[in-house]
């Protein structure tokens, strides 16, 4: 296995990398398992198992009946007695009918059999607004704050598809159980893939642009947004540190804390409602460990206290744009900004 080697790339959409990645980590180890509702001859909502039917067969590409807690509890079973499977839960919304599952017992597991017991397996599921919206209520929202509450589950949001694909291979290869949080919108992002065995160390943030003047921290689709604020900052005369987090639990606090003792100035970006989101405990967190060296208040950019309306123009409105990070920076940086609604 190779670390991240960037000599020799492809450029894939996101869905093509997380597909490669199932596909290498099937063939590696016969252990490897999927399970989940359409995920065999029709390859997924987003195509993330096509083919691999095919390939390997029912035996190991699983299509469910629709019910998520008789899959996700099949799936701890599985892991219970040496499988590692990968579970595909179509739409995070959907995490509450197998709840007990997922946090009474997958979670638990290696704690209440003394460490005797591991239950390796990956949840696979999409979450956040589709490019398009209009997926609504019930199938738009963000949950990561609620995997990342309960002790057990690790917790990864790629942002790009080198990303997507070198977590959900290191992922696999966990003792623990993984929940990786795929964006909606970024399926069918492309990005150059390094061919070859390799993976994203699971806990590792990412600089993903280097700056003096502020910190933006973000993750999943949120980094784009921190990206192209960080460009319209940049034709003001503004170097802007953007902090991809990868990795929401374990967290990489050390990354995040080293940025904003040099720039003395941070934002915290994430699609989920704002209230009781991750960014709260990360701006928590900051402020204790980096108090001395901040200039301002950490500030935080998230979703409204609302559900997600059906309607694009009002799912515009309650989910975070580029002009609310450029408005948290304009108050940090008290300055006036194009676009910033300062």
Known sequence: MSTL????????????????????EMERDPKVVLLGEDIGEFGGLYSVTRG???????????????????????????????????????????????????????????????????????VRTQQGSAATGGKAAHHSQSLEAIFCHIPGWYVVAPYTPADAKGLLKAAIRDDNPVALLEHKALYFTRGPVPSGDYTVPIGRAAVVREGRDLTLVAYSRAVGLALTAADALSREGVSTEVVDLRTLKPLDIETVINSVRKTHRAV???????????????????????????????????????????????????????????????????????????
């Open 52 to 122: 691999l039917l095919e390939r390997f067969g029912p035996a190991r590409v699983m299509d469910t009946p629709i019910s998520e807690a008789g899959f996700v509890g099949a799936a701890l079973g599985l892991a219970l007695t040496g499988y590692r499977p990968v579970v595909e839960i179509m739409f995070v919304d959907f995490i509450f009918v197998c709840a007990d599952q997922l946090f009474n017992h997958i979670a638990k597991a290696r704690y209440t059999s003394g460490g005797q017991r591991k239950a390796p397996l990956v």
């Open 268 to 342: 915290v970006a994430h699609e989920a409602a704002r209230f009781c989101g991750f960014g709260a405990e990360l701006t928590a967190t900051i402020q204790q460990l980096a108090f001395d060296d901040l200039d301002g208040p950490v500030l935080r950019v998230g979703g409204l206290d609302a559900p997600v309306p059906y309607n694009r123009r009002l799912e515009r409105a309650v989910l975070p744009q580029v002009g609310d990070v450029l408005a948290a920076a304009s108050r940090l940086l008290k300055i006036r900004l194009a676009g910033s609604g300062a």
């Open 5 to 24: 080697n960037k000599a020799t790339t492809r450029v894939l959409t996101y869905a093509q990398a997380l597909n490669e990645a199932l596909l290498e």
